[in-house]
């Protein structure tokens, strides 16, 4: 069954919080109940850690759609096709961009929550930022507005501008993306060194690594578009340093 089949209904029993409980109380009709949406600690106690990032995932996404002033239909296309939702599934998720889009609350209530929530697994909150550009992309053009929206959501997960900084560069082609970037590496560090960090960043961008700790196999490609961005910075590093 798909992440995003029954996702409003079936969020309904669990424990839910924040801005997130506050956004699907609104729409199955106040049956949350409001001082019970309004608490902000819960949610996520007993959710699937998949309908949780698909949740984020389409409120940021909406929330995206909006920082240049405009919706364009490239970027609407994109949530539903890039992120693998099925027709005949795209009515109750347009409801949730609709109402996310819509509201007028910003997106850094949401980006504080779902850093609560994932504050253990960095490297879920960094596939979320992974997978906006993919949605921002999705037009042809990222603007600087998007850069601007994107970078802070990552420092409201508290990612430094290096891995802020990698992911984006992960984005490139594999002719055209800076290694040590990708790597979060110096020119000048010796290769032992940065061995170490390919590893580590290997490990833990692993496709099963990640649909593991949450992120649902819909979107996992992109997962593997960024290591096999990781694998050939290091292929380029390797050559580089031993030339």
Known sequence: MSIWGSL????VGFS????????????????????RAGRSGNFGAFAQPQQIFALSLIVLSAKLSKADGQVSKEELVAVKDKLKIPEHE??????????AKEESAGYEPY????????????????EVINILFYIAEADGNVSKSELNMMRH?????????????????????SDKLNPYVVLASKPDE?????????????????????????????VI???????RAINSAWGQIQKLKNN
């Open 8 to 11: 409003i209904g079936g969020m």
């Open 16 to 35: 839910l919080g924040g801005p997130f409980g506050m956004l699907l109380g609104s729409l199955i009709g106040g049956k949350i109940s409001r001082a």
């Open 90 to 99: 795209i009515e109750q998720v347009g409801k949730i961009f609709n109402k």
């Open 111 to 126: 980006a504080q929550q779902i850093a609560q929530i994932y504050k253990n697994n960095p490297n879920v909150l960094e």
């Open 153 to 173: 959501i990552a420092q409201i997960f508290g990612l430094n501008d290096s891995q802020f900084s990698a992911i984006k560069e992960s984005r490139k082609s």
């Open 190 to 218: 010796d290769l032992s060194s940065i061995r170490k960090r390919y590893i580590q960043l290997s490990k833990e961008n692993h496709p099963d690594l990640l649909i593991s700790k949450g992120v649902p196999p819909e």
């Open 221 to 227: 490609e992109e997962s593997k578009k960024k290591m």
